[in-house]
């Protein structure tokens, strides 16, 4: 994870389409890993200004981790990205 750049693209349907499942399924394991990097991190960060900046990195790899299932959900893609996970309210 890097600090003060965020560069992270969610890909749209179309691309979902034309990237295959492989590399779509990997974009979610990445994503996941990214949301659990930043939960780690806020546990490790002492300054205050920088720790609005991992609370925000908290809330956007959640969010882009929960959007990315719910394509994978729309397309009934199968993986082991989120085994073990309940993602029913997504």
Same mark, same amino acid.
């Given at each position: 994870?890097? *600090? *003060?750049?965020?560069? $992270?693209?969610?890909?749209?349907? /179309?691309?979902? $389409?034309?990237? +295959?499942?492989?590399? *779509?399924? &990997?974009?979610?394991?990445? =994503? $996941?890993? /990214? #949301?659990? %990097?930043?939960?780690? %991190?806020?546990?490790?960060?002492?300054?205050?200004?920088?720790?609005? !900046?991992?609370? !925000?990195?908290?809330?956007?790899?959640?969010?882009? !981790?929960? !959007? %990315?299932?719910? &394509? =994978?959900?729309?397309?009934?893609?199968? +993986?082991? =990205? #989120?085994?073990?996970? &309940? *993602? &029913?309210?997504?």
């Amino acid at each position: 994870m890097q *600090f *003060f750049s965020y560069d $992270k693209h969610i890909p749209n349907e /179309d691309e979902i $389409k034309i990237k +295959g499942q492989t590399e *779509f399924l &990997n974009l979610i394991k990445q =994503a $996941k890993k /990214d #949301w659990q %990097l930043s939960q780690k %991190l806020l546990s490790e960060v002492t300054d205050c200004d920088l720790m609005d !900046y991992v609370i !925000y990195s908290i809330k956007a790899n959640e969010a882009r !981790y929960r !959007y %990315l299932l719910k &394509n =994978a959900r729309l397309q009934n893609l199968q +993986g082991d =990205a #989120w085994t073990g996970e &309940n *993602f &029913n309210d997504i």
